[in-house]
């Protein structure tokens, strides 16, 4: 069974500062992984995703994040913090050889201090 | 414009009654969820349905049930069988099963249910 593990729940970084949000996965193949931002009182939308190919995956807002197998990690980062990026971040797991569906983390809310 | 619609946005019921939350998508997608949110537990899959007349449990399945008579909508009924109900639900939807697997997941804004 793969799972999913955010470290830290809470993140709080100052505007303009760099933002790293940290997600652990276990999966028995390798997987497809997904980072998802939700704002309060909405539902979530995609961020960015790795499936397969260049390990540096480049999505919306300036987030981007890099799949280590060695480390099976897949960090999310942003160079410069804006007031907009507070929200909350999910990280999801999916096995490819499955039709199960996604297997979330339990989340990163992110505070941006002005 | 394309999208999901929950309703209502927040619910207020007395313990013991049943509730039925709605979901309406105009995407055509094939392939329905909802999942409940808890602070601290990140997104359970309750149900979900790959084609009409068609549903599957998830995780977290027990004291809630689904139907999925036209495409377009899967309601979910809270029933008093469920312990804990008070949360935030979210519906999303795929175009089928296989985009799922690679993450096109859409969502709708969330029902928040409060059980007095």
């Known amino acids: 069974a793969q799972s999913v593990t955010q470290l830290g729940s809470h993140v709080s970084v100052s505007e303009g500062a760099l933002v790293l949000l940290r997600c652990n996965y276990s999966?028995?193949?390798?997987?497809?992984l997904f980072w998802y931002v939700q704002y309060p009182n909405q539902g979530l939308q995609l961020l960015l995703k790795?499936?397969?190919?260049?390990?540096l995956v480049k999505g919306i807002n300036g987030f981007e994040a890099e799949f280590k197998k060695s480390e099976t990690s897949f960090h999310l980062t942003k160079p410069s913090a804006h007031m907009s990026d507070a929200a909350e971040y999910f990280c999801a797991v999916s096995d490819p050889g499955s039709a199960r569906q996604l297997t979330f983390g339990s989340g990163t809310q992110l505070t941006v201090l002005p | 414009d394309g999208g999901i619609t929950q309703s209502p946005k927040y619910l207020f019921r007395k313990e013991g009654q049943n509730v039925t939350l709605s979901c309406e998508q105009n995407l055509n997608h094939d392939a329905m969820y909802w999942y409940r949110q808890d602070p601290g537990q990140g997104l359970r899959l309750i149900y979900y349905?790959?084609?009409?007349?068609?549903?599957q449990k998830g995780d977290i399945a027990e004291g809630y049930s689904v139907s999925r008579e036209k495409k377009e909508s899967f309601p979910l009924t809270v029933t008093s069988a469920q312990k804990n109900p008070t949360a935030f639900y979210l519906c999303?939807?795929?175009?089928?099963?296989?985009?799922?697997?690679?993450?096109?997941?859409?969502f709708g804004e969330g029902s928040r249910l409060t059980v007095l």
């Open positions: 999966s028995s193949v390798p997987p497809y």
């Open positions: 349905s790959q084609i009409v007349n068609d549903f």
């Open positions: 790795y499936t397969t190919g260049a390990t």
């Open positions: 999303a939807s795929s175009i089928d099963q296989a985009t799922v697997i690679t993450g096109e997941l859409f």
